[in-house]
């Protein structure tokens, strides 16, 4: 009898993760025959656990928090976009190499243009952190060409530092948060403020009623930095569909089929909930 292709998802913690039953849907759906299961590392165990996967004949990983740049370090082949963002989301095993891959920021875009239904191209961007999950999405920001893109942070160095890494793939502005003095058709939060139910300190004015307000963070309720937004007439969104998002890009590099996201959603997240 045939094996199934072993995949999992890696991180610390990892109990909670929605991985595995999205991409036990997009094999049902696409009839892949594969098993994706969750994988606890230890803080500092990153790789020997890596190691004995590939060692159980494992086709590939997706990776979380906090082993994004472990994966990167470990990786003997890096795609053009996760050199860029810095960081890797999804490994694949073949041949003896380790490729390290992100998905994240694809995941970003379709979720925001497909799903959201907001145009980037054209758009004025703000993009809210400086930190991994804000350079992992700033190539696919600038690729579709936004009219303005602003990075703010807290640390107002590592900002500027983001904008000068990226000079040559676009015009990147800076700023304070308490400086910010214009509306954006698109506010993301790539902070990791929501996780500890803080907001980064933000003028209500940098949000347009009908724009979008997108919070990377997802979880049951809305973040504070989401609860503002919506105060001010933004539509918001939570992280979920850019979860899914990556998670659909993660599965085509792998098994090189591209599944519909669609279902995932009304299952996992029906409108109701
Ligand atoms: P990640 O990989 O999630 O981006 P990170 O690299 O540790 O994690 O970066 C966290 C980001 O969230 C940073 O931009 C951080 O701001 P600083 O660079 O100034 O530290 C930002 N951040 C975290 N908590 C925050 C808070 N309460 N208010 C504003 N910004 C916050």
């Known amino acids: 009898m045939p094996v199934s292709d072993r995949y999992a998802v890696i991180g610390n913690p990892i109990a909670h993760s929605k991985s595995p039953d999205i991409h036990a849907q997009?094999?049902?759906?696409t009839r892949q025959d594969i098993t994706y299961q969750r994988l606890l590392a230890?803080?500092?165990?990153f790789e020997a656990v890596v190691k004995q996967f590939i060692a159980e004949g494992g086709k590939g990983m997706n990776v979380t928090v906090p082993f994004k740049l472990d994966a990167?370090?470990?990786a003997t082949a890096l795609t053009p976009r996760a050199r860029a963002a810095g960081a890797v989301n999804t490994l694949?095993?073949?041949?003896g190499e380790i490729l390290g891959d992100n998905t994240d920021g694809k995941g970003l875009m379709m979720d925001i243009i497909r799903n959201a239904g907001y145009a980037v191209a054209g758009a004025r961007v703000l993009l809210l952190g400086a930190g991994g999950a804000a350079r992992g999405v700033i190539l696919p920001l600038l690729e579709e060409r936004p009219a303005r893109l602003v990075i703010a942070n807290r640390s107002l160095d590592k900002a500027r530092e983001l904008a000068d890494f990226f000079s040559t793939a676009g015009r990147i502005s800076v700023s304070a948060f308490s400086e910010l003095d214009e509306a954006f058709d698109i506010v993301i939060n790539?902070?990791?403020?929501?996780?500890?139910?803080?907001m980064p300190p933000i003028p209500?004015?940098?949000?347009?009623?009908?724009g979008l307000a997108l919070d990377m963070v997802y979880g049951n309720e809305l973040t504070p930095f989401l609860r503002f937004a919506a105060e001010q007439g933004a539509n918001v969104r939570d992280g979920f569909g850019m979860l899914v998002e990556q998670a659909a890009e993660s599965f085509y590099v792998w098994r090189?089929?591209?599944?519909d996201t669609r279902p995932v959603f009304s299952v996992l997240r029906p409108p109701s909930s």
């Open 190 to 198: 790539a902070t990791s403020a929501g996780l500890s139910d803080d």
């Open 26 to 29: 997009f094999a049902r759906q």
């Open 92 to 95: 694949k095993f073949e041949n």
């Open 42 to 45: 230890p803080l500092d165990g």
């Open 72 to 74: 990167f370090a470990m």
């Open 204 to 210: 209500a004015r940098v949000f347009k009623k009908g």
């Open 256 to 259: 090189g089929v591209q599944p």
